[in-house]
């Protein structure tokens, strides 16, 4: 049986990803009580008739059923039952926004006094345990229900437990950090093409903007370093079990020296780990180097998702 648990903060879109798993084969079930989990996987392994199994469990849970469930999850893990925990996440300005957009209320607001703010960070604090156990981050602050719903089948339902899924992401500081990154790595301290007004409008991606960047042994020093870290550490994350790793790469704008640095570790990384995958945050962009088609990035929200409560 392969069992995914879908969990994070309330308007982050848990309900789509978990509609893109049913959609997939996935018997899902939303809002399942924590406790209860254990002898769901139990009936179903022995009718033998759902081997891919879908539940939300979050901050709408039974009182008390959060804390008992990274207990629960040993359990499964110690009768090896191959499950994977999904936490979606969403800056709160972007919750706040949502909320107020819909007129929808938060689950936590609804037998409390609560204010919607303070119902987005208690939900946050609640649901931090879950967060520390998670497989996958994923954070949806920029993206609409397309891009969410083809990470959760490229990243989840096509994931192999055995291999690590490396993923590389440039961004921007002036955007701030992406909320899903495992390491960052900052390269601002890198010659900036921004200010050759012949390149400023070209990205990391085009030619012009990899012969400058390559003309400055600096840029190389910091590619190998970085390359040398990667190669030395990842095989240890791998072997505790992580299955998904988000470095992130950044410089001011995002454009050009975070986005040449990605292709680059990219690049030298593929051959080593496997399938390898690019995200240019402010390009809108994400391709894998096997199939360099880029998919674009909806950078700004959707209807859709703002209307997911969930």
């Known amino acids: 049986m392969q069992l995914v648990i879908i969990s994070g903060r309330s308007g982050s879109g848990k309900s789509i990803a978990l509609q893109a798993l049913e959609d997939l084969g996935y018997y899902a079930i939303d809002n399942l009580p924590a406790m209860l989990l254990g002898s769901l996987v139990d ?5 033998g008739e759902r081997s891919h199994l ?25 009768r090896k039952i191959d ?53 996958l981050l994923i954070d949806t602050s920029r993206l609409s229900v397309h891009d969410l719903r083809r990470r959760i ?14 993923t590389f992401e440039s961004f921007g500081y002036k955007r701030g950090v992406p909320l899903d990154a495992d390491l960052v790595f900052d390269v601002r301290c890198l010659p900036n093409p921004y200010w050759d007004p012949t390149l400023r409008q070209s990205t990391g991606r085009d ?32 072997n505790s079990q992580r299955s ?8 001011t704008g995002g454009q050009h020296r975070s986005v ?7 690049k030298k990384l593929a051959s080593q780990m496997g399938e390898v995958q690019l995200r240019h945050r402010e390009l809108g962009l994400q391709y894998t180097l096997s199939d360099p088609q880029a998919v674009p990035i909806t950078n700004t929200l959707q209807p859709n998702v703002r209307q997911e409560s969930s």
């Open 83 to 135: 499950f994977q925990v999904i936490y979606l996440t969403t800056d709160a300005r972007i919750l706040l926004e949502r909320y107020s957009a819909t007129r929808r209320r938060h689950p936590l607001t609804r037998n409390s006094d609560m204010t919607l703010e303070e119902a987005i960070n208690k939900e946050e604090e609640t649901l931090h345990d879950i967060r520390d156990l998670a497989d």
């Open 244 to 251: 998904y790793m988000t470095i992130a790469i950044g410089c």
């Open 54 to 78: 879908a539940v939300s469990i979050d901050a709408r849970n039974l009182p008390g059923a959060l804390e008992r469930l990274p207990s629960l999850l040993e359990e499964l893990r110690q």
């Open 43 to 47: 009936e179903l392994r022995e009718q």
């Open 260 to 266: 040449y640095m990605v292709e680059q570790l990219a």
């Open 153 to 166: 089948t490229d990243q989840v339902a096509h994931q192999q437990r055995d291999q690590l899924t490396l």
């Open 207 to 238: 030619a012009n903007i990899v012969a400058f960047l390559s003309g400055y042994p600096i840029v190389d020093a910091m590619s190998n370093d970085i390359q040398a870290w990667l190669e030395r550490w990842l095989p240890a994350y791998q």
